[in-house]
Antibody, heavy 121, light 113 residues
Framework: EVQLLESGGGLVQPGGSLRLSCAAS????????MSWVRQAPGKGLEWVSG????????YYVDSVKGRFTISRDNSKNTLYLQMNSLRAEDTAVYYC??????????????WGQGTLVTVSS | DIVMTQSPDSLAVSLGERATIKCKSS????????????LGWYQQKPGQPPKLLIY???TRESGVPDRFSGSGSGTDFTLTISSLQAEDVAVYYC?????????FGQGTKLEIK
């Protein structure tokens, strides 16, 4: 059974940093692209970042470029999102999502339950 | 960036009736080399993560009831629920994965009339 378990969310002040983790199990982690998708309270879905199965290709939405870094450790079956210089508008539930292919251009077939990031003073 | 626009924003349909949700992309998401439309549909119920229903615009994900179907090509797509069930109450999103950022539509809230 595929499982994705996010952790690392919490309350942080503007300008602060957080690192989100997503522990994956139930599939060959290195064979699939992964993404982070966020949802601000009461709002729609926003794709934030993606990474290929090998980790060699990474992608970001413009609003987080230079502030967020996606990475993966295929030996630990874990996906990460390092978030720096956080802003109030980054407040959201962050979901880890598995692609249904190896490359970047995939639909997302499994999602974690999400971790809440709140940026506030 | 490719802008995805769904219509309507909300929809109320009677149980057993057909529900139709539209999604339009600001540019084509059809990749000519493999003739695939890079378009997915997701269902999100309150307090839950999204669930993939349809990918490649018309391929139903494993385990998804056959009352859900997707159609369309290029820039215009449709999600159809042939006979609405109570458990289908949710927000539905389309997403293009043709290019990054892999943008979502704004969502369509489906309710029972």
């Amino acid at each position: 059974e595929v499982q994705l378990l996010e952790s690392g969310g919490g309350l942080v002040q503007p300008g602060g940093s957080l690192r989100l983790s997503c522990a994956a199990s139930g599939f060959t982690f290195s064979s699939y692209a992964m993404s982070w998708v966020r949802q601000a309270p009461g709002k729609g879905l926003e794709w934030v970042s993606g990474i290929s199965g090998s980790g060699g290709s990474t992608y970001y939405v413009d609003s987080v470029k230079g502030r967020f870094t996606i990475s993966r450790d295929n030996s630990k079956n874990t996906l990460y999102l390092q978030m720096n210089s956080l802003r109030a508008e980054d407040t959201a539930v962050y979901y880890c999502a598995k692609g249904n292919c190896n490359g970047g251009s995939c639909a997302r077939d499994y999602w974690g339950q999400g971790t809440l990031v709140t940026v506030s003073s | 960036d490719i802008v995805m626009t769904q219509s309507p924003d909300s929809l109320a349909v009677s149980l057993g009736e057909r529900a139709t949700i539209k999604c339009k992309s600001s540019q084509s998401v059809l990749y000519s080399s493999n003739n695939k439309n890079y378009l997915g549909w997701y269902q999100q119920k309150p307090g839950q993560p999204p669930k993939l229903l349809i990918y490649w615009a018309s391929t139903r994900e494993s385990g998804v009831p056959d009352r859900f179907s997707g159609s369309g090509s290029g820039t215009d797509f449709t999600l159809t629920i042939s006979s609405l069930q109570a458990e289908d109450v949710a927000v539905y999103y389309c997403q293009q994965y043709y290019s990054t950022p892999q943008t979502f539509g704004q969502g369509t809230k489906l309710e029972i009339k």
